[in-house]
């Protein structure tokens, strides 16, 4: 096999040092093309010294000017904002475009790529919540691949391939459930603590909070729409704490296929890279006869309405999912920064979508990114509100 070249938007995060790992583990068969990441300057620098990118990119100027600084001498471009995104995205070098920035932040980037015909690795789930529409018909007008990296999807698009779909009745994803899933009582309080400490996977925080409230599955149910052109009432969530299985295809005629593996990121990530070859990894493979217990709950929608709430957005259309996404990611903040309860994050989310204006079908990239900065400033004014104190 041929060195095939990533570019990574996001490396200095979960899944960005993870992919990093899969490239030191290929043995000469991945290098890296470009690099992108935010305010962590030093980390990229570092990355950049091993990993020797054509171009590396940073969140704003002053980083990038301590960037150059650090890699001054090595013939390593050095740009920022967002032309640096963009160019790392669309570089001309990449075989693959690693989408791992969190957030509606990686919605442009991802966009780009899409429209350059590059073959995406998609972490980014947001992207597609807020912008499925117009990123899927990118990648078919410029004849890009979408390959999906969130564990279930990428589960998901591997039982898939090759399928005929008339055989298949529905998609399942699994959900871990979160830290607070077997909690006793109310989860009023819940801290940042309790809520980023996830039983079987490690991620970025913002991740980890959504996994928590279960609006992760929200969002990753309305990724599997955009990926697999699926109909929202033929996914199902189940709960499943031990993160073994990620997901399974219920067959017409009663079987059901699942994907099991490690919970370990690198390997639907070496999935998504490799593609379509699978390549010998190094990490612990999956020993049946040690899996003490798999087991399976129905999803508690009265604890956490954040997956109905994901359900009754895409069902609205439109930008409906856009304002979801921002709400949530400001919502989700605010708890991080101790500004708001944990159970409070969703009752944000409902607020925005229940007062804000929602844009009718097939909104074009400009009403989306304007939908989600209104969404922004709803959400921060409903917590501010919920924050004022009380009078008379
Ligand atoms: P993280 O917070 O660990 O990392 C985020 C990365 O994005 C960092 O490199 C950060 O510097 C960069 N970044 C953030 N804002 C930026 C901006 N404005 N411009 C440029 N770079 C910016 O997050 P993560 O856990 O790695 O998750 C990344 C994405 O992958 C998310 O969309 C998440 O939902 C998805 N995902 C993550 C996991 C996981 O195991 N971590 C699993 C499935 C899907
Ligand atoms: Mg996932």
Redesign the pocket.
């Given at each position: 096999m041929e060195m095939r070249r990533v570019s990574i938007?996001?490396?200095?995060?979960?899944?960005?040092?993870?992919a990093l790992d899969v490239v030191r583990a290929a043995g000469g068969r991945l290098g890296v093309a470009a690099l992108?990441?935010?305010?962590?300057w030093r980390?990229?620098a570092a990355q950049a010294r091993e990993f020797r990118p054509q171009l590396v990119?940073?969140?704003d100027d002053a980083a990038a000017r301590e960037l150059g600084r650090e890699l001054a001498g090595t013939g390593i471009r050095v740009a920022a904002?967002a032309s640096?995104?963009e160019q790392v995205a669309t570089h001309a070098a990449a075989d693959v475009v690693l989408?791992?920035?969190?957030?509606a932040?990686?919605i442009l980037?991802t966009l780009a790529a899409a429209r350059a015909g590059k073959t995406i690795a998609l972490?980014?789930?947001?992207?597609l919540v807020a912008a499925g529409g117009v990123i899927t018909a990118a990648v078919r007008d410029a004849g890009g691949l979408l390959l999906p990296?969130?564990?279930?999807h990428n589960a998901l698009f591997q039982l898939l391939s090759g399928r005929d779909r008339s055989e298949v009745r529905r998609l399942v994803l699994t959900a871990s459930g979160g830290p607070s899933f077997r909690r006793p009582g109310g989860l009023d309080d819940v801290t940042p603590e309790d809520a980023l400490r996830h039983p079987s996977?490690?991620?970025?925080?913002?991740?980890?909070i959504?996994s928590a409230t279960l609006m992760?599955k929200g969002?990753?149910v309305i990724e599997a729409h955009w990926l697999f052109g699926v109909p929202l009432e033929r996914i199902a969530v189940v709960i499943h704490p031990q993160s073994i299985v990620h997901g399974a295809i219920e067959m017409t005629d009663g079987a059901l296929l699942a994907h099991l593996s490690p919970p370990d990121?690198r390997i639907?990530i070496a999935a998504a890279l490799y593609h379509p070859q699978r390549e010998t990894l190094p990490w612990q493979h999956l020993d049946l006869a040690t899996l003490d217990r798999l087991e399976f709950f129905p999803p508690d929608h009265a604890r956490f309405p954040a997956l109905e709430l994901a359900y009754a957005a895409f069902a609205r259309g439109g930008t409906a999912p856009a304002v979801l996404n921002a709400a949530n990611e400001v919502a989700v903040q605010a708890f991080l920064d101790r500004r708001l309860r944990f159970t409070a994050i969703t009752e944000v989310v409902a607020d925005v979508l229940a007062h804000g204006t929602v844009d009718a079908a097939s909104p074009d990239i400009d009403t989306i990114m304007a939908a989600d900065a209104a969404a922004r400033e709803a959400a921060t004014a409903v917590i501010r509100g919920m924050q004022a104190p009380r009078r008379g």
């Open positions: 938007l996001g490396s200095t995060g979960s899944i960005g040092e993870s992108a990441a935010g305010s962590n980390r990229l990119t940073a969140a904002g640096g995104l989408s791992a920035i969190v957030g932040a990686g980037p972490a980014n789930k947001e992207s990296v969130d564990s279930e996977w490690s991620m970025g925080a913002k991740v980890s959504d992760n969002l990753e990121m639907p």
